[in-house]
């Protein structure tokens, strides 16, 4: 089977047999076309929320349709001038292993400078969200306290290296002490909190940030946030990345009024997509680049082989069996 389509919309918890396994036939390049094969498939969060038939930010995924994610793929056949057999790409294509495209919105990527993956996390929308949310949003003062939820995922973790660079406090809150582990001895946090055993989260926050938290990069939403918030200092920044926690909640979930705490701190809350920074990406790519380059930068990747295992590798993001990036190698 070379394609993989979205079969029925989930609800809750992703299920393998929500999407479909089928053969199509590969098209013949026209002119002004390339012939793409499949490298490496990234499998992210916020497409369960494209799996749901809701208006949002970018619309909903059809049935029985191939997914579309960021795909690093090889140019196996170019009736285009500007791509040549043997370049690679990256930009939003289907789940197939071949796939014919125009080339727009393309962009060419080059596995001498770094390894492919890292086009779909680090050099990709990864590392942008991290850098543009952080900085855009959260606009980080040397000597504050940064508190990262998700600090081991693929966002977070470079959203705490990042405000090392920058000298702040970084505290990140994720779901295991092997994470926890990781972020301390790879990424420099200085602190971390285990939210799957730590009982009282609020506690636990405050023991972590003594001088309370005045940057809050949030990848999970929830309870951990509500949390969070009984924390946060006078004008503290929140940067609402991600919720993971509540996207497969069939109903809204219920939680702290959290305007009382706004109020009282001065504090700022803003949802953060990275669709609306695009002017930014050249210069934040180019930060990003350079940081890697110099060796400021880490990442981690949780590398699955295997075509046939994209929508597990999907679902497992939402039990957390990654550290740092999930790609699939095709
Ligand atoms: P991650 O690599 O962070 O993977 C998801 C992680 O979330 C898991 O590893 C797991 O780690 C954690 N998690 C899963 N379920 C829960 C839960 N119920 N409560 C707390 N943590 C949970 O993914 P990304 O880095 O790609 O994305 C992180 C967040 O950022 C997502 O919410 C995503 O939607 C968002 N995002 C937003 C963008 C934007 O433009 N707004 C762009 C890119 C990402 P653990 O073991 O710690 O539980």
């Given at each position: 089977k070379n394609t993989i389509l979205l079969d029925k919309r989930p609800v809750g918890t992703p299920q393998v047999s929500d999407f479909k396994f089928t053969q199509e036939e590969?098209?013949?390049?026209?002119?002004?076309?390339?012939?793409?094969?499949?490298?490496?498939?990234?499998?992210d969060p916020y497409l369960r929320g494209r799996m749901n038939d809701a208006k949002s930010y970018i619309p909903p995924f059809e049935?029985?349709?191939?997914?579309?994610?960021?795909?690093?793929?090889?140019?196996?056949?170019?009736?285009n001038n500007n791509f040549s057999k043997g370049d690679y790409v990256s930009g939003m294509l289907?789940?197939?292993?071949?796939?014919?495209?125009t080339g727009e919105d393309l962009h060419k990527v080059d596995p001498a400078q770094a390894p492919l993956s890292a086009y779909l996390g680090i050099l990709g929308m990864t590392g942008l969200t991290a850098y543009l949310g952080l900085t855009?949003?959260?606009?980080?003062?040397?000597?504050?306290?940064?508190?990262?939820?998700?600090?081991?995922?693929a966002v977070g973790s470079v959203v705490g290296q990042i405000g090392k660079i920058m000298g702040l406090r970084v505290v990140g809150i994720a779901g295991s002490d092997e994470k926890i582990r990781m972020l301390k001895s790879e990424f420099g946090f200085d602190e971390g909190i285990n939210y799957k055993t730590t009982g009282n989260m609020k506690e636990a926050i405050a023991k972590a940030c003594p001088?309370?938290?005045?940057?809050?990069?949030?990848?999970?939403?929830?309870?951990?946030?509500?949390?969070?918030?009984?924390?946060?200092?006078?004008?503290?920044r929140m940067v609402i990345c991600g919720a993971i926690s509540v996207y497969n909640e069939t109903s809204l979930p219920k939680g702290l009024s959290?305007?009382?705490?706004?109020?009282?701190?001065?504090?700022?809350?803003?949802?953060?997509?990275?669709?609306?920074?695009?002017?930014?990406?050249?210069?934040?790519?180019q930060?990003?680049?350079?940081?890697?380059?110099?060796?400021?930068?880490?990442?981690?990747?949780?590398?699955?082989?295997?075509?046939?295992n994209i929508p597990?590798?999907?679902?497992?993001?939402?039990?957390?069996?990654n550290k740092g990036k999930m790609v699939v190698k095709v």
């Open positions: 590969v098209q013949e390049p026209k002119s002004g076309e390339i012939l793409l094969e499949t490298k490496y498939v990234s499998v049935l029985q349709k191939p997914i579309v994610s960021g795909i690093v793929a090889e140019v196996i056949e170019s009736k289907e789940w197939k292993r071949k796939q014919v495209s855009e949003i959260g606009k980080p003062k040397e000597g504050e306290t940064l508190l990262v939820s998700g600090a081991a995922g001088n309370g938290v005045d940057v809050y990069f949030d990848n999970v939403g929830g309870d951990i946030s509500d949390a969070v918030l009984f924390n946060i200092n006078k004008f503290a959290v305007q009382p705490f706004l109020i009282k701190n001065s504090a700022l809350m803003q949802g953060f997509i990275i669709g609306n920074f695009t002017e930014k990406f050249p210069e934040a790519m930060q990003l680049a350079g940081w890697l380059k110099a060796g400021k930068l880490n990442y981690e990747e949780t590398i699955v082989e295997g075509f046939e597990q590798a999907f679902i497992d993001l939402f039990s957390g069996k």
